[in-house]
T-cell receptor, first 109, second 114 residues
Framework: GNSVTQMEGPVTLSEEAFLTINCTYT??????LFWYVQYPGEGLQLLLK?????DKGSNKGFEATYRKETTSFHLEKGSVQVSDSAVYFC????????FGAGTRLTVKP | EAGVAQSPRYKIIEKRQSVAFWCNPI?????LYWYQQILGQGPKLLIQ????????DSQLPKDRFSAERLKGVDSTLKIQPAKLEDSAVYLC????????????FGSGTQLSVL
């Protein structure tokens, strides 16, 4: 079936550090891929997406590239801020949306 | 545009009691989803509606959970009777159609079963 596997957390970084959160997927067909973010006390919101192979999604300094050959969609940011502390969910969609387990990121000043 | 509305925001019940959650999706969105998010985990799909028809309810525990979307607009999710392991946030989401685009999420209903 369709599923995503993402890097287990928690991840703790210092401000301005480089961030990578790994995500790989299994799918029958060609899914769209997403990163959702859940800030403390808030609902899920879309961070970025890519709908086909080699597309790069980007938003708020975060990037992820849809890699069909490695079935991956890793999330990266060059310099994290304290305000990036949240739980990040990788997801795929073919019809319905399937989420990974989430990775909690804490950024310390 | 108004977002996905859910109520109540919080609910505390005792095990074996029943509870219902309500969701009003974004106007015009044909597809509606109910997800269960247990603390520390990702959202898990319970049921998906396309207009007023069920598209996927394979992960819905049908012995205790039920959901309906009678007029193809708002939806209710019911649990009867509740168990301790049902404690979770119940998220409603909608999208314009069953496809590849993003979902719009409500704020969720946090259920505590004591």
């Amino acid at each position: 079936g369709n599923s995503v596997t993402q890097m287990e957390g928690p991840v703790t970084l210092s401000e301005e550090a480089f961030l990578t959160i790994n995500c790989t997927y299994t799918a029958t067909g060609y899914p769209s891929l997403f990163w959702y973010v859940q800030y403390p006390g808030e609902g899920l919101q879309l961070l970025l997406k890519a709908t086909k192979a080699d597309d790069k999604g980007s938003n708020k300094g975060f990037e992820a590239t849809y890699r069909k050959e490695t079935t991956s969609f890793h999330l990266e940011k060059g310099s994290v801020q304290v305000s990036d502390s949240a739980v990040y969910f990788c997801a795929l969609r073919i019809g319905d949306m399937r989420f990974g387990a989430g990775t909690r990121l804490t950024v310390k000043p | 545009e108004a977002g996905v509305a859910q109520s109540p925001r919080y609910k505390i019940i005792e095990k074996r009691q029943s509870v219902a959650f309500w969701c009003n999706p974004i106007s015009g969105h044909a597809t509606l989803y109910w997800y269960q998010q247990i603390l520390g985990q990702g959202p898990k799909l319970l049921i998906q509606f396309q207009n007023n028809g069920v598209v996927d309810d394979s992960q819905l525990p049908k012995d205790r959970f039920s959901a309906e979307r009678l007029k193809g607009v708002d939806s209710t999710l019911k649990i009867q009777p509740a168990k301790l392991e049902d404690s979770a946030v119940y998220l409603c989401a909608s999208s314009p159609e069953r496809g590849r685009e993003k979902l719009f999420f409500g704020s969720g209903t946090q259920l505590s079963v004591l």
